[in-house]
């Protein structure tokens, strides 16, 4: 007999009980400096966009996000917001959950994916309400308010996996292994510097195959494949906001060569450095 969606929901997770814990609340204004910077987080992430509109590049794709939209973004998934060019900045509320990640539905099977977007730039679906509540709970000092802002995010995640049971559900996320989670701090802050798989294996006390297994297990990408999408998101803010030559950009970013810039950039967006530079160039 075939599973519906919501018998692969309750397999999944053993929804008997969904314990959400939040370890990040924010609410910020992103300028035009800001903006263009490239956003990972070790934890999904939900955001809701208050004030403002533009793209939001997420790893290949790019989206349209509005005032009202929700945007699920699974853990380690680059993304990135450019502001469209009639406004100065957007306002966005968001917060952090741990271990579990969202997943999409494919012939009645949970796949993976990297985000989930919803359009609500008619305000339907009233967000802001719990998003302003989860942040003023999670950041006051009242008691047991962690514990109440941990509550209306459970309350929203369920809300929302009832009203989009045909498209979503929820996994458990494993818990990162800290020298792996070391090991991509690392890259987060060199990947313009000349990094080989041998230096990081070194760093992480393991061999090599070890490394690349246990990195893949955490973040689904080896730790070299990890290393050029950084470096690829970087180059976009480049590309975006600086007139650099081709170049320029790739030794800025740690690439060896352009005609290799040019290539990997190519394979991983859809289009050269300088379509992409056309297309987006604020």
């Known amino acids: 007999m075939e599973k519906n969606n919501d018998q692969i929901l309750e397999e999944e997770n053993s929804l008997n009980h969904l314990d959400v814990k939040i370890l990040d609340a924010q609410k910020n204004v992103y300028d035009r400096k800001i903006s ?3 956003q990972f987080h070790p934890f999904t992430y939900f955001y809701y966009l208050a004030e403002g509109f533009g ?4 790893e290949s794709d790019s989206i349209e996000v509005n005032a009202g939209d929700l945007v699920i973004i699974n853990s380690n998934i680059g993304h990135t917001i450019y502001l469209d ?3 100065n900045s957007v306002k966005y509320l968001g917060f952090g959950i741990e271990s579990i990640s969202v997943a999409g539905f494919e012939n009645n099977e949970a796949t993976n994916i990297n985000y989930f977007h919803i359009d ?3 305000k339907t679906l009233k967000f802001e309400e719990y998003f302003e509540d989860i942040f003023n709970e999670y ?4 008691i047991f308010s962690k514990s109440l802002a941990n509550a209306i995010a459970s309350t929203l995640v369920i809300n929302l996996l009832r009203k989009y049971r045909n498209s979503i559900t929820v996994k458990h996320d494993k818990k990162v292994n800290r020298q792996i989670d070391y090991i991509k701090s690392y890259i987060d802050s060199n ?4 990094i080989k798989l041998e230096d990081l294996s070194s760093m992480a006390y393991m061999n090599k195959f070890h490394l690349i297994s246990e990195f893949k297990q955490s973040y689904r990408i080896t730790p070299i494949e990890y290393l050029i999408l950084k ?3 970087a180059s976009k803010n480049f590309l975006i906001s600086t007139n650099h030559t081709m170049e320029e950009i790739s030794a800025l970013v740690g690439f060896n060569s352009q005609s290799y810039f040019n290539q990997v950039f190519k394979k991983k967006v859809g289009l050269t450095p300088s379509q992409f530079r056309r297309k987006h160039r604020l």
């Open 36 to 38: 263009s910077r490239i």
């Open 55 to 58: 793209k939001l590049s997420i």
């Open 85 to 87: 060019e009639s406004i």
């Open 120 to 122: 609500n730039r008619d």
């Open 139 to 142: 950041d006051g000092n009242d």
């Open 191 to 194: 990947y313009n510097e000349d």
């Open 231 to 233: 470096r690829v998101e």
